[in-house]
């Protein structure tokens, strides 16, 4: 293996090589990710790496990517691959005259990682540690390490989320969790109960008691990201399972949707208007949930 200590910087992060990890120290650059400074830096066994990939990067760069194995990293878990390319945190890019550099690390580490370890049965690298918290759409959420608590916004919780009163969730209760990114058109953070794999049907987001909804500027990744992996951590080492993404993934339930309260609909779409106006949502999108919302009437 490389010598002890031995770094390779790259554009937004550096790995310092270990005789049995890795250590990913984040950059807190204006461009670099925010997810990237959330974390902060993350020590990787190679025990948690099933390959090692070099590729060409844009503008004569070139990309070392580390692949974590399934069920090894609670962060990839609950992300669920949804990250875009540019915050993966496994991934260095480097500039292009470093090329025959990140050819030697790539091939150092491919001779310490096993071949086809398989899906890991436990976590092996560490989860963000609580206390966590964010701000979602209709509801502020936090986590101490053994309880989540969603306590409900009156300008953005649906009339069904108000009725059940805010919410306290012991993890011991959990069998994992289910992270929409708020990048897409309907984010949300739904919290799975024991049970819930075997019966139980789901409701919509926005009049699940167990889920709160994002939006433009409400549970951002780097906020909403690192909080579902501490739970799902904390879930699993409890035996409540992989829940999101791990080696016993959910098998996916049928959705029940219910004719909604019109002042909630009225909401969804001022929600949706947000969007459409800061540019996130296309005309199309648009008008085709909104759509979808008025025959919910």
Known sequence: MTRM???LAGFHAAWEFESDSVLIRYERGIRTPRLFHALGERRVPLAALAGV???PGRRGSVVLRARPRAGADPLMDAADGQLPEGSDP????LPGDRETLAEY?????RARIPRDPGPSSRYLVAPPDPPRQFKAYDAKAFFDGSTVTFRWSWT?????KWRTGDQYVQVADLAGV?????EALEGHLRLVRRGALDHGRYLPVDQDPAAVVFGLGYGPVHESLPFAAAVLAAARALGGGAGQGGAERMTPVPVVVARRDPADIADRIRHLSELHRAGLVTDEEFAAKKADLLAEL
């Open 53 to 55: 990939d070099l590729t």
């Open 105 to 109: 690390y790539a091939d150092e580490l």
């Open 178 to 182: 289910e992270w929409r990114s708020p």
């Open 90 to 93: 496994y991934r260095l890019v």
């Open 156 to 160: 953005g919780a649906s009339s069904a």
């Open 5 to 7: 200590g031995d770094v």
